[in-house]
């Protein structure tokens, strides 16, 4: 199995949203009424798992259409708080065409949660054969705010629902291919329905931790997003990341926007 993190692009955001600030302000993480010292700019992650059994895509980055029309992408009430810059060739089906694939040829792609900046690229990909997002994190993107629902607009999302297994803060989540190489990891607390991906490559297990936390410190220190569903799931999923990384047989914990991940290959 090889593991490729591709940076699709960045996203400016106000430093409360990647770390949970005290404040008197009701909501730092938005970036409002905030001085512009206080915003940092963050790789957007999404990953590909080129496995035996297929070609999976972790979430999509930023459509092409961040350099163009932003405003419009975003809309207004989104771009108020957070802002995406995608350089050439950044997008990912340009960085899947860099490695000889085309949409057509991905098996899956799993979206970890129906956040802007995971879902933003999927027009780039819908012709892969199946794109999934937990039924949790589908309802609740059709009843709650933050999410920008024209960004799957006519994308054929296929929610799955969540079995038992042995890993993760609930123990829910989906043997993949069957075969206990590749989970899907239900990790709740950014947003109900959010999923972190365990892969078994040569040496022991990759956690990729999505939005769990910002970056390592985030585990470490059990720092919170700025924004969450759920105060105990967002901590006890971050615990979890936090044991999990500790384990002899894991060899990292990848955090989605975490500045000190570089783009490489994992086998």
Request: aromatic share 8%.
């Amino acid at each position: 199995m090889k593991i490729h993190v591709l940076h699709t692009g960045s996203v400016t955001i106000d430093q409360a949203l990647a770390h949970r600030e005290d404040s008197l302000h009701p909501m730092p993480y938005t970036g409002w009424f905030r001085s512009k010292k206080k915003r940092i700019e963050v790789p957007v992650s999404a990953y590909l798992i080129q496995h035996p059994k297929g070609n999976i895509l972790i979430d999509t980055g930023w459509h092409a259409e961040i350099r163009t029309k932003q405003k419009k992408h975003l809309g207004r009430f989104s771009y108020s708080m957070f802002q995406g810059k995608l350089p050439k060739g950044e997008a990912v089906h340009e960085q899947l065409l860099s490695l000889h694939i085309q949409p057509s040829d991905l098996d899956l792609v799993i979206l970890t949660h129906l956040h802007a900046d995971h879902v933003s690229g999927l027009e780039h990909v819908k012709e892969a054969r199946k794109i999934w997002t937990s039924d949790v994190e589908w309802k609740e993107a059709h009843t709650k705010l933050g999410y920008i629902r024209s960004m799957w607009k006519g994308i054929p999302i296929e929610p799955f629902t969540f079995t038992d297994i042995p890993f993760g803060p609930t123990n829910r989540g989906v043997d993949v291919w069957g075969d206990e190489s590749l989970y899907i990891v239900h990790t709740p607390g950014h947003t109900r329905g959010m999923v972190s991906i365990l892969a078994k490559v040569s040496n022991g297990w990759l956690l990729l931790a999505s939005d769990v936390g910002y970056s390592s410190r985030s585990f470490k220190e059990q720092l919170l997003p700025g924004l969450t569903s759920n105060k105990k799931e967002a901590l006890q999923s971050l615990q979890w990341v936090d044991d999990f990384s500790k384990r002899s047989d894991c060899i990292g914990v990848l955090a989605n926007h975490d500045p000190r991940i570089d783009q490489k290959l994992f086998v």
